[in-house]
Protein backbone atom coordinates (compact mmCIF):
# COMPACT_ATOMS: atom_id res chain seq x y z
CA UNK A 1 0.00 0.00 0.00
CA UNK A 2 1.20 3.11 -0.49
CA UNK A 3 1.82 6.31 1.47
CA UNK A 4 -0.95 8.59 1.22
CA UNK A 5 -1.70 12.21 2.65
CA UNK A 6 -4.87 14.15 3.11
CA UNK A 7 -6.23 17.28 5.24
CA UNK A 8 -8.76 17.03 8.12
CA UNK A 9 -9.99 20.20 10.34
CA UNK A 10 -10.06 22.45 7.13
CA UNK A 11 -6.74 21.73 6.20
CA UNK A 12 -4.87 22.42 9.50
CA UNK A 13 -4.09 18.79 10.13
CA UNK A 14 -2.09 17.13 7.44
CA UNK A 15 -2.47 13.03 7.84
CA UNK A 16 0.06 11.09 6.72
CA UNK A 17 -0.46 7.56 6.48
CA UNK A 18 1.85 4.76 6.56
CA UNK A 19 1.32 1.16 4.69
CA UNK A 20 2.29 -2.29 6.33
CA UNK A 21 5.73 -1.43 6.31
CA UNK A 22 7.45 1.66 6.63
CA UNK A 23 11.30 0.91 5.91
CA UNK A 24 13.68 2.39 3.43
CA UNK A 25 11.97 1.50 0.60
CA UNK A 26 9.39 4.58 1.51
CA UNK A 27 11.84 7.31 1.49
CA UNK A 28 10.46 9.12 -1.43
CA UNK A 29 7.14 8.43 -1.13
CA UNK A 30 7.32 9.93 2.65
CA UNK A 31 8.88 12.88 1.90
CA UNK A 32 6.76 13.96 -0.93
CA UNK A 33 3.39 13.06 1.29
CA UNK A 34 4.73 16.27 3.47
CA UNK A 35 6.51 18.22 0.68
CA UNK A 36 3.09 20.49 -0.34
CA UNK A 37 1.97 21.84 2.68
CA UNK A 38 -0.51 23.97 2.73
CA UNK A 39 -0.35 27.67 4.47
CA UNK A 40 -3.30 26.44 6.79
CA UNK A 41 -1.44 23.51 7.84
CA UNK A 42 -0.53 23.54 11.59
CA UNK A 43 -0.07 19.82 12.69
CA UNK A 44 1.52 17.11 10.61
CA UNK A 45 0.09 13.74 12.10
CA UNK A 46 1.66 10.28 10.66
CA UNK A 47 -1.11 7.62 11.10
CA UNK A 48 0.69 3.96 11.66
CA UNK A 49 -2.43 2.57 12.41
CA UNK A 50 -1.48 -0.50 9.79
CA UNK A 51 2.11 -0.27 9.85
CA UNK A 52 2.67 -3.74 11.26
CA UNK A 53 6.87 -3.18 10.47
CA UNK A 54 9.27 -0.14 10.98
CA UNK A 55 12.78 0.11 11.01
CA UNK A 56 15.50 2.48 12.15
CA UNK A 57 15.57 4.49 8.60
CA UNK A 58 11.90 5.39 9.13
CA UNK A 59 12.38 6.52 12.43
CA UNK A 60 15.45 8.89 10.72
CA UNK A 61 12.93 9.54 7.87
CA UNK A 62 10.44 11.02 10.80
CA UNK A 63 13.30 13.14 11.99
CA UNK A 64 14.14 14.02 8.91
CA UNK A 65 10.56 15.42 8.09
CA UNK A 66 10.90 17.76 11.43
CA UNK A 67 14.13 18.67 10.50
CA UNK A 68 13.35 19.61 6.43
CA UNK A 69 10.08 21.56 8.15
CA UNK A 70 12.35 22.92 10.96
CA UNK A 71 11.03 26.62 9.41
CA UNK A 72 7.55 25.92 10.01
CA UNK A 73 5.42 25.93 13.44
CA UNK A 74 4.21 22.97 12.91
CA UNK A 75 2.87 20.32 15.79
CA UNK A 76 4.02 16.71 15.22
CA UNK A 77 2.06 13.82 16.10
CA UNK A 78 2.02 9.91 15.66
CA UNK A 79 -1.37 8.67 15.56
CA UNK A 80 -3.04 4.80 16.13
CA UNK A 81 0.39 3.18 16.26
CA UNK A 82 -0.02 -0.36 17.25
CA UNK A 83 1.44 -1.74 20.42
CA UNK A 84 4.85 -3.74 18.73
CA UNK A 85 5.76 -0.11 16.66
CA UNK A 86 4.10 1.43 20.00
CA UNK A 87 7.35 -0.09 21.76
CA UNK A 88 9.47 0.66 19.23
CA UNK A 89 9.08 4.40 19.40
CA UNK A 90 8.47 4.89 23.30
CA UNK A 91 12.40 2.82 23.28
CA UNK A 92 13.58 5.32 20.85
CA UNK A 93 12.46 7.76 23.20
CA UNK A 94 9.80 9.62 19.88
CA UNK A 95 7.35 10.20 22.71
CA UNK A 96 9.79 13.33 23.25
CA UNK A 97 9.93 14.65 19.62
CA UNK A 98 6.13 13.67 19.01
CA UNK A 99 2.56 13.55 20.40
CA UNK A 100 2.24 9.79 20.42
CA UNK A 101 -1.85 9.46 20.36
Same mark, same amino acid.
Given at each position: ???? /? &???? +???VL????GE?F +?? /???E $????A?? +???D???E??V +?L?? @? $??M? /????GM? *?????S???G?? @?Y??E???? &???K? *?????F????? *??
Amino acid at each position: MPIT /S &QYRQ +DGEVLVIKVGEKF +DF /SKVE $EFRNAYS +DLTDKANEIAV +DLSI @T $EYMD /SSALGML *LNMQKSLKGGNY @TYSIENARP &QVSKI *LEISRFDKKFQ *LR
